[in-house]
């Protein structure tokens, strides 16, 4: 049975949804339940951004199986936050009621701002403590966020809609993997984030710290290959791509820690990736598994407190 000092934290991503149930222990969260639904509402939006009816099925039984989890918890120690495809779906208000429904609580959709705010506070936590500048990256499944900051507050931030599962659906939607397709979708990142990089040109940091699925995937390949010891870096980039490029097509990829349900977005990931590293002159990224369901916990629990870390 859930205890008053049980907290949730829903993310309903564009790639997966994910929900921890967690222990509040003075403060900080002690993971009690973590469940994944690799769900790709993004692959759901047509041409004109409106959600099909199969992909909103999916999700609503998705949201079923998170709400059974959640049975006796309190409204005020639930959080759940939608971001990207909840964001552009035309059709979101017919679908949000039914989704909330489904949860059994109150969806909130966040902004690009606030989505970067709680990634940074969850990787924030993730962390050393320090007091150095560091650029926090997150690919997410629709958009990609950019974060500037020292020890948990925040700079400066980004959204940018770039996402490893429409990149991947505009790109490489049969799965083949070609030169000419990764330099295209290479250079159509670019073109996105270009303008960030001059943005950031009165900020500095000393470390890139990446977080999220694509992140974390790639940096998975990097280590099981012995392409990198820790981490991501160029010349680990350089090496995902030839083999991808060798490959051919995403379900031939036969990397190492490459997961089954990772292959369908992991060029269109790599293409975001590859682009970041090109633009803001990336030679290596940290990876953390801190972020967006983390700074959702942290910030419910820092609000039980009456505190708030402050918007960048």
């Known amino acids: 049975m859930p205890h008053a000092s049980h907290f949730a934290a829903v993310d309903l991503g564009s790639n997966s949804f994910r929900l921890q149930i967690a222990r509040n222990d003075h403060g900080r969260p002690t993971p009690l339940i973590t469940l994944k639904e690799t769900v790709r509402l993004a692959a759901a939006l047509d041409e004109k951004h409106y959600l099909r009816a199969s992909g909103c099925d999916e999700a609503l039984a998705a949201l079923g199986r998170f709400s059974s989890r959640l049975v006796g918890l309190r409204p005020s120690h639930v959080r759940a936050v939608a971001t990207n495809t909840f964001r552009i779906a035309r059709n979101i208000d017919e679908f949000l009621p039914r989704a909330e429904a489904a949860l059994g609580f109150p969806i909130d959709i966040i902004d690009g701002y606030e989505e970067a705010r709680l990634i940074y506070l969850g990787a924030a936590h993730s962390l050393p403590g320090s007091t150095e500048s560091r650029l926090v990256v997150d ?174």
Request: charge should be positive; hydrophobic fraction near 45%.
């Open 139 to 312: 690919i997410g499944g629709g958009s990609t966020e950019l974060v500037v900051g020292r020890g948990f507050v925040t700079d400066w931030m980004s959204s940018v809609q770039l996402g490893c599962v429409t990149w991947s659906k505009q790109y490489f939607a049969d799965g083949v993997i070609t030169a000419e397709r990764l330099a295209t979708a290479e250079a159509a990142a670019k073109a996105a984030v270009v303008a960030q990089r001059d943005a950031l040109q009165t900020h500095s940091w000393k470390k890139v710290i990446g977080t999220s699925g694509t992140a974390r995937s790639l940096a998975d390949v990097a280590v099981a290959n012995r392409f990198s010891p820790a981490g991501l870096s160029a010349d680990s980039m350089a090496r995902i791509r030839a083999a991808l490029l060798a490959a051919g097509h995403a379900d031939k990829v036969t990397l190492q820690g490459v997961r089954v349900d990772r292959r369908p977005v992991l060029a269109g990931g790599f293409a975001i990736m590859a682009a970041l590293f090109d633009v803001f002159g990336i030679e290596h990224m940290d990876v953390t598994l801190g972020g967006l369901r983390d700074g959702v916990m942290y910030d419910l629990l820092q609000r039980q407190h009456g505190e708030r870390v402050r918007r960048g």
